[in-house]
């Protein structure tokens, strides 16, 4: 499988990654259900293991998913094989691992950056983290300066290889690219949602486009129509404002219609509709790196192979973009 570049690193990376947030487990923000239900670790597992098996290396988590257990699953699998992969986190929200609650309450301070690289190289059970990232979206100025000298001093020390910031603010990640030496910006980025302003800044300052998100929350997927509907222990179920794709656990009927309207092309040439998402964000820049959510070994294997088929021509995405945002 061909590589792509992490930033202007030395890193070498899949140009698909596997998204660590569904494995977590049930887990609460402020209350809210923030995980995906009930998930077998042994499934996880070997989840992991095929997407290593399949050549897909880069693996990104969050302390929070599960608060912790994402990161002690990834953890137990890369035993005797660390190597094999390139392991991005993240940190910024605090949580207790006792109650499985995540707190809206950041911390970005030199010592809590700290305090937490330690605990999620503990439970990765490395000596070093490949891409640590900043998890909450938006902080000040100040904040962010501290931040980044911390992370400089832990990729001096060895203890992550390089640093990059989970925001889709574009001001944020500006002041970012400008203040640092990050390698990356993850950012939410689909066809049914699209955040090309992002890309841009990425390509312009260097940058990997790590992309979460990217069959938005599932619906991508073709398994949902009007009538479904998700449990409240879902985050798709919960309340939660920031869930776009969903409300009280039913698909939104606007991204419904537009997944309807561009179907056909995204599935053309064979592809299933994941791997037409997945061929979408490719088309958009060699910057981009997609990190679906991947549960079970059916799907890592259907997401490995749109690898095969490569982004969509420029043709198909003139004709989405006509569809979707009325231009030729």
């Not at 073709?222 to 969903?246: C, I, N, Q």
């Amino acid at each position: 499988m061909e590589k792509k570049t992490l930033g202007s690193t030395p890193l070498q990376v899949s140009p698909l990654g596997f998204g660590g947030w569904a494995i977590g487990g049930p887990f609460w923000l402020d209350g809210l259900p923030d995980g995906w239900g009930e998930v077998d670790d042994t499934e996880s597992m070997r989840a992991i293991e095929t997407a290593l098996e399949l050549g897909i290396n880069f693996l990104d988590t969050a302390d929070v998913y599960g608060t912790g257990h994402s990161e002690e699953i990834i953890g137990q699998v890369l035993r005797g094989r660390r190597q094999d992969a390139v392991i991005a986190t993240k940190f910024g929200f605090t949580y207790d691992s006792a109650s499985g609650n995540v707190y809206t309450k950041i911390d970005v301070s030199p010592e809590y950056i700290r305090t937490a690289c330690q605990a999620s190289l503990q439970r990765l059970a490395t000596d070093y983290i490949d891409l640590y990232q900043i998890h909450p979206g938006e902080f000040s100025t100040e904040q962010l300066d501290s931040a980044i000298d911390a992370l400089e001093r832990l990729k001096q020390e060895g203890l992550i290889r390089e640093y990059g910031w989970s925001t889709g603010n574009t001001a944020c990640a500006e002041q970012f690219a400008l203040r640092s030496s990050g390698a990356a910006i993850q950012h939410p980025f689909n066809v049914l949602s699209d955040d090309s302003a992002m890309v841009d800044l990425c390509e312009r300052h260097g940058l990997s486009s790590i992309n979460n998100s990217p069959l938005a929350m599932g619906l991508l997927s073709g398994k949902f129509t009007a009538s479904s509907s998700l449990p409240a222990e879902d985050v798709r179920g919960s309340s939660h404002e920031w869930v776009l794709y969903f409300k009280d656990g039913k698909p939104r009927a606007e991204y419904l219609a537009k997944l309807d309207a561009v179907r056909e092309i995204l599935t053309s040439g064979g592809r299933s509709l994941v791997q037409g998402a997945l061929a979408w964000i490719w088309g958009k820049s060699a910057r981009t790196l997609p990190i679906p959510g991947l549960k079970n070994v059916k799907q890592v294997e259907e997401a490995a192979k749109a690898i095969s088929f490569g982004p969509l021509t420029s043709a198909q995405m003139n004709e989405i973009e006509g569809i979707l945002r009325g231009s030729k």
